[in-house]
C-alpha cells in the first residue's frame, strides 16, 4: 500500500505570495491532518480534515487554510507569506482519527525570503 | 486539556548503551499512546503504540508500556545503533476524534560509534 505523498517536497516563496501544498492519503483513509514543523516552535498542530469537513483547528491566522476532496487528498494554502512561515509542513493520515495511529507523509520543506 | 510531558534532549550514548526516554502524559479517560521517530530530512513514522493500560508496544528492539498508575509511557531500547539517531515524539489520542493528536516536544537522540 503506497504511503502518503506531499507535493512539492521543496518550495523557496517570496514574502506576500501565496502558496498550495497537496497531500494524498493512504489509500482508505479519510482523516488528514496538517502540523508545521519549526525548530523553535516544535510540531505545531494546524488543521485535520475528515470526510471533506474541517473537524479540528490549531492556534494559526486565518492566512493558513485548507480544504479536503471527495478522494480524501487535501490541500492547505497559505496566503501573505511572511518569513517566520517558513518550515516543514508534515501531512498525516489515519482510518479515522478517533484513535488511530496516523502516519505521516516527507512533508514539505517551504522557504519564504 | 490533555498534555504530554517528554524529557529534555539531547540524549547522546555510545553504541549498544541502554536508551530510556521518558514520557509522562495528562489526560482525562482512556487515551492511547505513540512513539514516533524522525529521522534526519524525512517525516515522522510510527514506532510502536499502545491502547490500553498494560500493554507493551515494540517495534526494531524498541519497547514501551502502557502505564496507567504512573501516566507513563517510556521508550527503552537494550542496545542502540547509529542508525537509530534521530528525533523521538511521545503522543496521545483521545480516541474521540474530537481533538488532535497531542505530541510531547521531542527528544533528539545521538549515538556514536
Known amino acids: 500500500k503506497a504511503g502518503v505523498t506531499q507535493t512539492p517536497r521543496y518550495l523557496i516563496k517570496t514574502r506576500g505570495q501565496q502558496v498550495t501544498l497537496s497531500c494524498s492519503p493512504i489509500?482508505?483513509?479519510?482523516?488528514v491532518s496538517w502540523y508545521q514543523q519549526t525548530p523553535g516552535q516544535g510540531l505545531q498542530f494546524l488543521f485535520e480534515?475528515?470526510?471533506?469537513?474541517?473537524?479540528n483547528k490549531g492556534n494559526f491566522p486565518g492566512r493558513f487554510s485548507g480544504r479536503q476532496f471527495s478522494n480524501s487528498r487535501s490541500e492547505m494554502n497559505v496566503s501573505t507569506l511572511e518569513l517566520g512561515d517558513s518550515a516543514l509542513y508534515l501531512c498525516a493520515s489515519s482510518f479515522s482519527g478517533k484513535g488511530y495511529e496516523q502516519y505521516f507523509g516527507p512533508g514539505t520543506r517551504l522557504t519564504v525570503t | 486539556g490533555d498534555s504530554v510531558t517528554q524529557m529534555e534532549g539531547p540524549v547522546t550514548l555510545s553504541e549498544e548503551a541502554f536508551l530510556t526516554i521518558n514520557c509522562t502524559y495528562t489526560?482525562?479517560?482512556?487515551?492511547?499512546l505513540f512513539w514516533y521517530v524522525q529521522y534526519p530530512g524525512e517525516g515522522l513514522q510510527l514506532l510502536l503504540k499502545?491502547?490500553?493500560?498494560?500493554d507493551k508496544g515494540s517495534n526494531k528492539g524498541f519497547e514501551a508500556t502502557y502505564r496507567k498508575e504512573t501516566t507513563s509511557f517510556h521508550l527503552e531500547k537494550g542496545s542502540v545503533q547509529v542508525s537509530d539517531s534521530a528525533v523521538y515524539f511521545c503522543a496521545l489520542s483521545d480516541n474521540s476524534g474530537n481533538t488532535p493528536l497531542v505530541f510531547g516536544k521531542g527528544t533528539r537522540l545521538s549515538v556514536i560509534a
Open positions: 499502545a491502547t490500553k493500560a498494560d
Open positions: 480534515y475528515f470526510s471533506e469537513t474541517q473537524r
Open positions: 489526560a482525562t479517560g482512556y487515551p492511547s
Open positions: 489509500s482508505g483513509h479519510r482523516s
